[in-house]
Nanobody, 126 residues
Framework: EVQLQASGGGLVQAGGSLRLSCAASGFTRDDYVIGWFRQAPGKEREGVSCISSSDGSTYYTDSVKGRFTVSSDNAKNTVYLRMNSLKPEDTAVYYC???????????????????WGKGTLVTVSS
């Protein structure tokens, strides 16, 4: 059974940094695609970033490009999300989940792929 365990959330001032971790287990293959979604109060859940452990390909939503970095430690089966220059609008519950990076002729996006971990709350104060 695939299990995802997210950690690393907390309270930080605007401009600060946090690193989220997602420990994965139960995959029957060595390759996996895991990412981060977030849901702010009163808003829909949105995809933030996604990484493929096999080829290192990544996806970022526009609002976090240049500030967030997703990485994968395959030896530890852990995916990280380094969040720099945090803004109050980054406040949300962050979830790690299996994901897919979808590329079309004129766009790229990510979508969830079935497995979710419990969320971790990130609060950015102004």
């Amino acid at each position: 059974e695939v299990q995802l365990q997210a950690s690393g959330g907390g309270l930080v001032q605007a401009g600060g940094s946090l690193r989220l971790s997602c420990a994965a287990s139960g995959f029957t293959r060595d390759d996996y695609v895991i990412g981060w979604f977030r849901q702010a109060p009163g808003k829909e859940r949105e995809g933030v970033s996604c990484i493929s452990s096999s080829d290192g390909s990544t996806y970022y939503t526009d609002s976090v490009k240049g500030r967030f970095t997703v990485s994968s430690d395959n030896a530890k089966n852990t995916v990280y999300l380094r969040m720099n220059s945090l803004k109050p609008e980054d406040t949300a519950v962050y979830y790690c989940a299996t994901c897919q990076i979808i590329q079309t002729s004129d766009s790229e996006f990510m979508r969830a792929a079935g497995y979710w971990g419990k969320g971790t709350l990130v609060t950015v104060s102004s």
